[in-house]
């Protein structure tokens, strides 16, 4: 998957030449956190966060002026941010998010925005890979970790005509030879499956929760 | 006079059935109705024989296209392939002859049990051979074909007007009641049962609300594998009281599938005979005090046919009917003339030998996660309140 399948394309963003108090308007109307400033152009050139307004605000019992809230963008924002290109996959993004402990980044082609990405959307995407969008079983395996065991597992769905809506594979925390297989799959009734698949001599857990065994 | 409730019931309800090794099988049916007989609590005069549903009614909740290749596919017309887009000719849901036939016939019993209801012929009524609550609009899910209580709660909008609650307690989630009514403010589904991390469907979390006009009318209740008795119960008691006071329906259509049991093999939940003992009896009271006493019972999961179905439906019959609950051993005619059919061994008495299992290593935790469940699920009725 890549970021141009997930982006934000409808992005409210500010000139430089905009206030603070305007930026403060747009993310509440909005309820958004995140302003990417652009020129008249719509070329990128900064970000305004809600933690870097709240930062730069005084207490609202102190600013009689409203100097802050009358300063303009282009005096308080990050120039030059963190930047993506809509052909990054999401992978890239999601370590660059998770190493540069930041929550959105601005999506650029031809030095014009054309999207945003932000962790929430990162979240929703692992929501849809790891959920049911269809009505589902999952049914954890414990395999060897050596070539061809996705297979023979595989054939065992076939054989039950049993249509796998998805497959993830992790690590297994226990022991370091072996990977957990997690398979959704759009059957109300696995145990056929099940006893197929130990018969093959696979480690079924299901329900797999640590501390208890069946 | 009005009748204090009726038992729907023909043998051909039987007729719904996938092979000789499918799990779902309404031999329950059969198994349940005798052993009522055989403690004198049923009697021919309370027993009200089913109708098929017509193609209008079952068009109440399904597609005009679904319900047709239904037909064809139960009169051998169509090929396995071919119907694959319907979710039928699928290990759970395989075509059998005449599959429409006895799919109409179990919406037909539910529209039945509506009826007396809703005409004041009967208080109560009960069907067990409905409660197919995953079949969708166009699509065959989960061993169900069509959705009577869907059917029954569009039926029940268009021809009676009132608001109608749903709640459901069968171990897998109530997914296509809850989907077919997510819109709609007049119709509240409530589903209690074990979470969708590994169990079919997979959906019903706490989030699932409602939608637009619908929002806060559609409530979930995902309780943990192995949640047992007590956690189980606390968690119907508050979840149904708060619903009801909170939508004050004017019938209600409980789904009663008996699958959260220990012995059910299909699911995790570790419950005993005692669930089935308390389920009914709530629900009949809060019948009575907020919709006059219109409670229609369907039934549902439930794949232990032997042990546990026959027992925990029974209840719902005798607590309709007023009757105190059966306890002791059961009848001997009736466990001699079914034992040899039965692949295990009877539990020869109305209650669960104690302890049933093993103690279950994390029962704190898991009683702790499902309070914590039950908390953010009722958030929405709570705060209104204060």
């Not at chain 1, 006893?195 to 065994?213: A, C, S, T």
């Not at chain 2, 597609?63 to 071919?82: C, F």
Request: proline fraction near 6%; include cysteine.
């Amino acid at each position: 998957m890549i970021i141009e399948e997930i982006m934000n394309k409808d992005v409210y963003s500010l000139l430089p030449s905009n206030t603070v108090k305007d930026a403060i308007q747009l993310m509440k109307e909005k309820q958004i956190r995140h302003l990417p400033i652009v020129d008249n152009r719509n070329f990128l050139v900064g970000i305004i966060t809600q933690h870097d307004l709240k930062n730069i605000l005084p207490s609202s019992l102190h600013d009689h002026e409203q100097i802050t809230y009358n300063t303009t963008l282009d005096k308080i924002m990050i120039k030059d941010p963190l930047i993506g290109h809509p052909l990054d996959s999401i992978e890239d993004i999601a370590l660059t998010l998770y190493e540069s402990k930041i929550s959105c980044l601005p999506i650029v082609t031809g030095g014009k925005l054309v999207g945003i990405v932000t962790t929430t959307d990162l979240l929703y995407t692992y929501i849809e890979l790891t959920g049911a969008n269809k009505p589902s079983s999952k049914i954890d395996i414990k395999v060897t970790d050596k070539p061809g065991i996705l297979s023979n597992i595989a054939e065992v769905f076939k054989k039950h005509k049993a249509n796998v809506l998805s497959v993830l594979v992790y690590p297994d925390a226990d022991d370091a030879n072996s990977k957990i297989l997690s398979i959704r799959v759009q059957i109300i009734n696995p145990l056929l499956i099940i006893e197929d698949l130990r018969k093959e001599g696979f480690h079924v857990l299901w329900p797999n929760l640590p501390g208890i065994e069946l | 006079m009005m009748k204090n409730a009726v038992f729907i019931y023909s043998p051909e309800q039987l007729g719904y059935k996938f092979s000789d090794s499918h799990p779902f099988n309404h031999k329950r049916l059969l198994l349940t109705m005798d052993l009522l007989k055989s403690i004198g609590a049923l009697s021919d005069d309370d027993i009200i024989p089913a109708r098929v549903a017509t193609d209008e009614e079952i068009a109440l909740g399904h597609d005009v296209k679904y319900i047709d290749t239904v037909k064809k596919a139960g009169h051998g017309l169509l090929t396995p392939q071919q119907c694959e887009m319907y979710g039928i000719g699928t290990e759970d849901t395989p075509i059998f002859t005449n599959m429409h036939e006895a799919s109409a016939l179990l919406v037909g019993s539910t529209l039945q049990a509506v009826d007396y209801v809703m005409q004041g012929k009967s208080r109560h009524a009960l069907n067990l051979g409905g409660g197919l609550h995953h079949g969708f609009h166009g699509r065959a899910s989960g061993f169900c074909i069509y959705n009577d209580s869907t059917v029954a709660i569009r039926y029940i909008q268009e021809k009676y007007n009132a608001r109608v609650l749903y709640i459901d307690t069968d171990a897998h989630h109530g997914d296509g009641v809850q989907w077919a009514f997510y819109d709609d403010p007049n119709v509240c589904t409530l589903s209690i049962h074990e979470t969708g991390r590994y169990l079919f469907p997979g959906t019903g979390n706490v989030t699932e609300r409602g939608n637009g006009q619908g929002y806060g009318t559609s409530f979930n209740f995902p309780i943990d594998a192995f949640t047992e008795d007590e956690s189980f119960l606390m968690i119907y008691e508050q979840a149904v009281r708060e619903v009801f006071d909170y939508f004050k329906p004017d019938v209600v259509i409980t789904q009663n599938g008996a699958d959260a049991h220990y012995f059910d093999p299909l699911t995790h939940l570790y419950g005993t005979m005692k669930i089935y003992q308390e389920i009914p009896k709530l629900a009949h009271k809060l019948a009575h005090d907020y919709c006059d006493g219109k409670w229609i019972a369907v039934g549902g999961g439930g794949y232990d046919i032997w042990r546990v179905v026959p027992r925990a439906w029974s209840f719902i019959w005798t607590e309709m009917n007023d009757l105190p609950c059966p306890s002791g051993p059961l009848p001997t005619q009736w466990l001699e003339r079914w034992q040899s059919h039965s692949p295990v061994p009877f539990i020869p008495t109305w209650e669960d030998p104690t302890p049933l299992y093993e103690p279950i290593p994390r029962k704190a935790e898991i009683e702790e996660k499902n309070a914590q469940m039950l908390m953010k699920a009722l958030h929405i009725i709570r705060n209104e309140h204060r």
